[in-house]
């Protein structure tokens, strides 16, 4: 199954701009990845799915047009322009692999975004 | 406006039984998928189980097969987590979360978890 590594930590100041890398394990590089957004205290919240070729589907609800992806060799990118106080939290990418009795949903360890 | 709710978390001992609820409104329930995930204290998500649309395909992590089973009852509109032999190791929040399909599409809902502790 997939291995998906983020960075721990990420941290911006307020208004500046955001890379957050979920990089996915080799034998894996075409697998897509849902990034979901964790605010403090809250539940996990569908940001948008991306591929090589960048984003895959919609937006989730009312994700703002400051969040972008892109999808390149074994990382898949999610970033965050103007950001806001709002942003803060941990973002998780994870994917699915493998079906029937071989399903596994396969998550990163999450990056701790800090706004400044 | 769609709402995913948990509940039946609390403190357990080793070896311990709980059953966990969550429960669906303002969606059509028997057209979506549904998916138990954890998080334990200061550690990331971990996939717990999911079950199809019409009940009958189950899936779990290599952690808890054998110990926990996933359920549904579309005339409640409510998902269960049936959590048995527990073990220390199983303290974590516990979330529900749904898509149209297990495999495939984003979970673009989730409620916001129940505590489950397991502790003596």
């Known amino acids: 199954q997939p291995v998906l590594t983020q960075p721990p930590s990420a941290s911006a100041s307020l208004g500046a701009s955001v890379t957050l890398t979920c990089t996915v394990s080799s034998d894996y590089s075409d697998h897509k990845v849902d990034w979901y957004q964790q605010r403090p205290g809250k539940g996990p919240r569908f940001v948008m799915r991306?591929?090589?070729?960048?984003?895959?589907?919609s937006k989730g609800d009312g994700i703002p047009d400051r969040f972008s992806v892109l999808g390149s060799g074994l990382n898949r990118y999610l970033t965050i322009e103007h950001i806001q106080e709002e942003d803060e939290g941990d973002y998780h990418c994870a994917a699915d692999h493998g079906s029937g009795s071989n399903f596994v949903w396969v998550f990163g360890g999450g990056t701790k975004l800090t706004v400044l | 406006e769609e709402q995913l709710v948990e509940s039946g978390g609390g403190l357990v001992q080793p070896g311990g039984s709980l059953r966990l609820s969550c429960a669906a409104s303002g969606l059509s329930f028997s057209d979506y998928a549904f998916f138990w995930v954890r998080q334990a204290p200061g550690k990331g998500l971990e996939y717990v189980a999911a079950i199809g649309s019409d009940g009958a395909s189950t899936y779990y992590a290599r952690s808890v097969r054998g110990r926990f089973t996933i359920s549904r009852d579309s005339s409640k509109n409510t998902l269960y987590l049936h959590m048995g032999s527990l073990r220390v190791e199983d303290t974590a929040v516990y979330s529900c979360?749904?898509?149209?399909?297990?495999?495939?599409?984003?979970?673009?809902?989730w409620g916001q978890g129940t505590l489950v502790t397991v502790s003596s």
């Open positions: 991306v591929g090589t070729g960048g984003i895959v589907g």
């Open positions: 979360a749904r898509s149209i399909v297990v495999s495939g599409s984003p979970r673009d809902d």
